[in-house]
């Protein structure tokens, strides 16, 4: 489980909001460590978003392989801000709960050609 803890953030996708308000995300995320498949996580997320940020959260059905299943909380918060027409910065926090529980980050540049 932890490394499927560790893997979460790195497959999160950033969410780039067009309407404001409230939505529902549903979102599975598998781990895998060169070819072997070490589990799933599914957020089942209720959200509200602006014109350029978003925070949602909800509970996450934790599928590791070969262990039995789990239900903890998981949620996410966003957003991006264009520096320009063509460039612009995203970051994002999530965290789950567990026995000890797991943060991500992630910041990038998105530039639109």
């Given at each position: 489980?932890?490394?499927i803890?560790?893997l979460?953030?790195a497959?999160?996708?950033?969410a780039?909001?067009?309407?404001?308000g409230?939505?529902?995300?549903v979102?599975?995320?598998?781990?895998?460590?060169?070819?072997?498949?070490?589990?799933?996580?599914?957020?089942?997320h209720v959200?509200?978003?602006g014109?350029?940020?978003?925070?949602q959260?909800g509970?996450?059905?934790?599928?590791?392989?070969?262990?039995?299943?789990?239900?903890?909380?998981s949620g996410?918060?966003?957003?991006?801000?264009g520096i320009?027409d063509a460039?612009?910065?995203y970051?994002e926090?999530?965290?789950l709960?567990?026995?000890?529980?797991g943060?991500?980050?992630?910041?990038?540049?998105?530039?639109?050609?």
């Open positions: 489980m932890k490394k803890i560790a979460l953030p497959t999160l996708l950033a780039n909001p067009v309407l404001a409230p939505y529902a995300n979102e599975t995320n598998s781990g895998f460590v060169g070819s072997d498949y070490t589990g799933s996580v599914t957020d089942v959200g509200y978003e014109a350029n940020w978003y925070v959260g509970p996450a059905l934790l599928a590791p392989d070969d262990a039995d299943g789990d239900v903890e909380l996410k918060a966003g957003g991006s801000y320009n460039l612009s910065v970051g926090f999530s965290f709960t567990g026995d000890t529980n943060y991500g980050t992630k910041a990038g540049l998105k530039y639109n050609f």
